[in-house]
C-alpha cells in the first residue's frame, strides 16, 4: 500500500486524493436511498413508503450527527498525527 502524506506535496493532488472516496461514499448513500425507496414503494406500498419517509428525517439526524462526530474525532487526530505527536496522538486514541 502506497503512503499519502495530505501535509506534503501538491495541496489540488492532496485534496483530490481526499475527495473521491468521499464523492463514492455519497454517491453510493444516493442510489441505496433510491432503490431502497424504489423496493419498498413496489413491493411493501404506499403505508410502508409513507412510514419510511416519515422516520426518514429522524435517521438522517442520527446519522449526520454520527458523522459530525467523526469528524470532531478526526480532527484532534489529524492535528497529533500531522505534528508526529505520538504520545498525544495515542492518549487520543486511547479515550476514544
Known amino acids: ?3 499519502h502524506s495530505l501535509t506534503e506535496g501538491s495541496i489540488a493532488k492532496g485534496l ?5 472516496p ?3 461514499s455519497n454517491l453510493f448513500q444516493q ?11 413496489h ?11 416519515a ?11 454520527s458523522n459530525g462526530c467523526g469528524t470532531g474525532f478526526s ?9 508526529k505527536n505520538e504520545d498525544e496522538l ?3 486514541l486511547l479515550h476514544l
Open 75 to 83: 480532527i484532534v487526530t489529524a492535528r497529533y498525527f500531522g505534528s
Open 90 to 92: 495515542k492518549k487520543v
Open 31 to 41: 442510489l441505496y436511498n433510491t432503490i431502497d425507496t424504489l423496493l419498498v414503494g
Open 55 to 65: 422516520t426518514a428525517a429522524i435517521f438522517e439526524l442520527i446519522v449526520q450527527f
Open 22 to 24: 468521499l464523492f463514492f
Open 16 to 20: 483530490l486524493f481526499f475527495v473521491i
Open 43 to 53: 413491493f411493501l406500498g404506499d403505508n410502508a413508503l409513507a412510514a419510511m419517509g
Open 1 to 3: 500500500m502506497k503512503n
